[in-house]
């Protein structure tokens, strides 16, 4: 008895001496459990495939609708203004919408290599690919993108706009030019090392049907939209380079 009375006084007198240790554990325990209550009575949602937090945008529809909406392509004044899809393979969408339903259209597709659900992850050259229908009424695709062969045209179109996870970026056109899919296979290299990028750069300044006057180097990122022509081995290349970033919410540069 002698020796748990000793003991309860050395505990007060140790409680006494360290009252501030002690105030601070207790509120700190009280913090986390209370914290982890509130957390509890949380609901979050169960979603597949990427995170998609662009507030009131298009994207963010299509993303719901299909998990393979991973971004937005937009050229102002144009027809194309539609989500684009991503799958392990580049045939998928070869053949199907925007929702994965078959469709001899087809819809607007990143090829598999690319990166592009976040900006942090995108690809140093971002490759999309679109169907051209010229003896069809349909007009979605990538039909309008050979109205860029006239000068006038590309001048007055000079951007392209491509919304992902957490970014808007705008793309400005230095390149437009067919190239033969058997010999310029390396346009379409997704993550090109310098030399390679360096060899898919200048090979794009020298098919250009024109000048756009755009510097370009290996240190920018570029988006290659390709579609088809009237010969089945040639497509058609509108080449652009990164030159603006904007979070999804419109705040600041990042």
């Avoid at 299909?66 to 799958?87: G, H, K, R, Y």
Wanted: charged residues 20%; negative net charge.
């Amino acid at each position: 008895m002698g020796y748990l009375k000793t003991a309860w006084c050395r505990f007060k007198e140790w409680t006494g001496r360290h009252m501030a240790l002690v105030a601070f554990s207790v509120a700190f325990l009280m913090t986390v459990f209370f914290g982890w209550l509130l957390y509890s009575q949380v609901i979050v949602p169960s979603i597949e495939g990427p995170e998609i937090i662009v507030e009131n945008a298009p994207l963010q529809t299509a993303h719901q609708n299909n998990f393979d909406s991973l971004a937005w392509i937009s050229i102002p004044d144009t027809i194309i203004d539609e989500p684009v899809q991503q799958a392990r393979n580049n045939e998928f969408y070869l053949r199907r919408d925007a929702e994965g339903k078959e469709d001899i259209h087809g819809c607007i597709y990143a090829d598999y290599e690319c990166h592009l659900d976040t900006y942090k992850r995108l690809s140093r050259n971002l490759v999309l690919y679109g169907h051209t229908f010229s003896k069809s009424d349909y007009a979605g695709g990538f039909k309008e993108l050979h109205e860029y062969q006239k000068q006038e045209y590309g001048q007055q179109h000079p951007y392209i706009y491509l919304t992902v996870s957490d970014a808007v970026l705008t793309y400005q056109v230095f390149s437009v030019g067919c190239v033969d899919t058997a010999k310029d296979y390396d346009c379409i290299y997704a993550d090109p090392k310098d030399t390679e990028f360096q060899t898919i750069l200048d090979k794009a300044i020298a098919r250009s049907i024109y000048d756009f006057d755009v510097d370009v180097t290996t240190e920018d990122s570029i988006l290659t939209l390709s579609t088809c022509t009237g010969y089945t081995p040639t497509r058609l290349l509108v080449v652009a380079k990164l030159v603006d970033v904007q979070p999804a919410g419109g705040d600041a540069n990042m």
